[in-house]
């Protein structure tokens, strides 16, 4: 029965041909092999669309968005794709600086009965010495060892690299927030199946990808290096509030306020090595606008 169970696979790519090649060839090299494979190409301005439309493959299907939309707009097209132009049971997305093991989309699977309330599906994510990756550790569930003589671990959030759906759950959630543009969008949709549906999330401790990230440390206002990134904390600091709003409590979004609109500002300017100032008020300005923030959530029409 497994193997009749059919997977699309969604890679979003932005100016990162190199890594992406390697990306294809891992999704080509699964053990399980992919129905329909969509590269959303957010508009790049090196040789990624050249590149996608040589590749002699039925199975992949390259989409070339007008503008960059941000990890958030690419997963939204690719997941739209995966409802609108197929029929596979499961989605399996990722960015282009996720380099799958062979084996890994074939150890989600192997797990995809585990529950009836089924919800998602993540791999366990390493950097490229093989330690933990830091920007994608999963957030355990209360009752995260629940499953554990299953090789799996129960979570309430994951990160978009290497994570699938059943499609009945897109259907019944809904797609990524496009206007999230980058940071929280896969938080935010991943509590709106656990928190707001109750459905289940799982790492499958055995599925693993490499994440070729840069360097292995989490998004960090204060240390940041490039001003040309730190104007998109502004992003991280209202999405956080959005989706503490929308799935958690009162206490919790008082509490990540605080935090965001006065500790960080002020550690920010004791602290940082330069643009003291500017950063404290990006912090400022994004946890405020969160309060605000009311971005439309986009329904799968079946």
Same mark, same amino acid.
């Given at each position: 029965?497994?193997?009749?169970?059919?997977?699309?696979?969604?890679?979003?790519?932005?100016?990162?041909?190199?890594?992406?090649?390697?990306?294809?060839? $891992?999704?080509?090299?699964? %053990?399980?092999?992919?129905?329909?494979?969509?590269?959303?190409?957010?508009?790049? %301005?090196?040789? %990624?669309?050249?590149?996608?439309?040589?590749?002699?493959?039925?199975?992949?299907?390259?989409?070339?968005?007008?503008?960059?939309?941000?990890? $958030?707009?690419?997963?939204? $097209?690719?997941?739209?794709?995966?409802?609108?132009?197929?029929? +596979?049971?499961?989605?399996?997305?990722?960015?282009?600086?996720?380099?799958?093991?062979?084996? $890994?989309?074939?150890?989600?699977?192997?797990?995809?009965?585990?529950?009836?309330?089924?919800?998602? *599906?993540?791999?366990?994510?390493?950097?490229?010495?093989?330690?933990?990756?830091?920007?994608?550790?999963?957030?355990?569930?209360?009752?995260?060892?629940?499953? +554990?003589?299953?090789?799996?671990?129960?979570?309430?959030?994951?990160?978009?690299?290497?994570?699938?759906?059943?499609?009945?759950?897109?259907?019944?959630?809904?797609?990524?927030?496009?206007?999230?543009?980058?940071?929280?969008?896969?938080?935010?949709?991943?509590?709106?199946?656990?928190?707001?549906?109750? *459905?289940?999330?799982?790492?499958?401790?055995?599925?693993?990808?490499?994440?070729?990230?840069?360097?292995?440390? =989490?998004?960090?206002?204060?240390?940041?290096?490039?001003?040309?990134?730190?104007?998109?904390?502004?992003?991280?600091?209202?999405?956080?509030?959005?989706?503490?709003?929308?799935?958690?409590?009162?206490?919790?979004?008082?509490? =990540? %306020?605080?935090?965001?609109?006065?500790?960080?500002?002020?550690? =920010?300017?004791?602290? +940082?090595?330069?643009?003291?100032?500017?950063?404290?008020?990006?912090?400022?300005?994004?946890?405020?606008?969160?309060?605000?923030?009311?971005?439309?959530?986009?329904?799968?029409?079946?």
């Amino acid at each position: 029965m497994e193997n009749k169970k059919s997977v699309d696979c969604v890679v979003v790519t932005y100016n990162r041909l190199d890594l992406l090649k390697e990306c294809v060839q $891992a999704i080509e090299k699964q %053990t399980y092999p992919v129905s329909n494979f969509f590269i959303i190409d957010n508009c790049s %301005t090196d040789n %990624t669309w050249n590149y996608l439309k040589s590749i002699r493959n039925e199975k992949i299907i390259p989409i070339h968005l007008d503008k960059n939309l941000g990890g $958030a707009g690419g997963f939204n $097209a690719g997941m739209k794709a995966f409802i609108n132009k197929s029929t +596979s049971d499961y989605v399996w997305i990722m960015d282009d600086d996720t380099i799958p093991s062979f084996t $890994a989309l074939e150890k989600m699977i192997k797990k995809s009965n585990v529950s009836p309330k089924l919800g998602f *599906l993540c791999s366990n994510v390493r950097w490229k010495d093989k330690s933990v990756a830091v920007m994608n550790i999963p957030s355990p569930s209360k009752n995260w060892n629940e499953y +554990s003589e299953y090789g799996i671990t129960k979570v309430n959030s994951a990160s978009f690299v290497s994570i699938m759906f059943p499609r009945d759950v897109v259907y019944k959630v809904g797609y990524p927030i496009t206007d999230f543009f980058i940071w929280g969008d896969d938080v935010e949709y991943t509590l709106r199946i656990t928190h707001d549906y109750s *459905l289940d999330g799982f790492m499958v401790n055995d599925s693993l990808v490499e994440h070729k990230i840069k360097n292995n440390i =989490a998004t960090d206002l204060i240390q940041e290096e490039s001003l040309g990134r730190i104007k998109r904390y502004y992003l991280a600091q209202r999405n956080t509030i959005f989706y503490l709003k929308k799935h958690s409590n009162k206490k919790e979004v008082f509490k =990540a %306020t605080i935090r965001q609109g006065i500790k960080l500002p002020v550690n =920010a300017v004791l602290k +940082s090595k330069n643009h003291k100032v500017y950063r404290a008020w990006v912090s400022i300005k994004g946890t405020v606008a969160g309060l605000f923030f009311k971005p439309k959530i986009e329904k799968a029409e079946k």
